[in-house]
């Protein structure tokens, strides 16, 4: 059995867009991928760290503990051995409160994989490959949630280009989820169910040839 940890937020974690629901596991995109990986003969297990709000190398001033960074190295070596991380974050870095644009989020992203190659692990675990899936585009938030992201659709332009160029510099793989998926037009930041479907997908091809 392989293990594959997710590091991300609440995209990852399968909000259901204008609600404080949760999307099963079998339809959220993580979910779609390893039943996929598994349906073709892979034996792999996710494992899902995903928190609400979590933010890449920045605090949230209204909710402790969404700083990324904080706890990173522990939670690899919690996990090892693991055969990939994936690390899906960057929305929550263009919240209204704080001031971060493009290279900003893509600077912090590869500060999480430095940290994630620097974890304590024990002597003969392997340091795992990994897999920066950079979120879809925000469009204007709508609902409930606008006041946090005022501000946002415009703040997040050039993430996917300034990601890729970070993950060429640190030498891991790199996946634009906005090639597949996209914003859910109910709240503008979220994804609905067939956008999991569709990124899970996606990915399957992706993470399989990654694997050892």
Known sequence: MQHILL????????????TRRRLPFDERWPGVMENALNAGGRRVRVIEDCLNGRRTVWDDPFKPGRKGLDGLAQRIEIHSPLALVIVMLGT??????????????????????N??????IEPEMPVPPILIVVPPSQETARGAIAPKFVGGERKCVGLAAACREVAITVGC??????????ASPIDGVHLDADQHLRLGTALVEVVARLLP
């Open 7 to 18: 590091y991300g937020d609440s995209l990852s974690w399968g909000i259901i867009p204008e």
């Open 92 to 113: 929550n870095d263009f919240q209204s409160m704080q001031p971060h644009n493009a290279w900003h989020s893509a600077q912090g992203v590869g500060v999480l994989v």
């Open 115 to 120: 940290a994630i190659r620097q974890a304590p």
């Open 173 to 182: 793989d790199y996946f634009d989820a906005g090639t597949v998926a996209t």
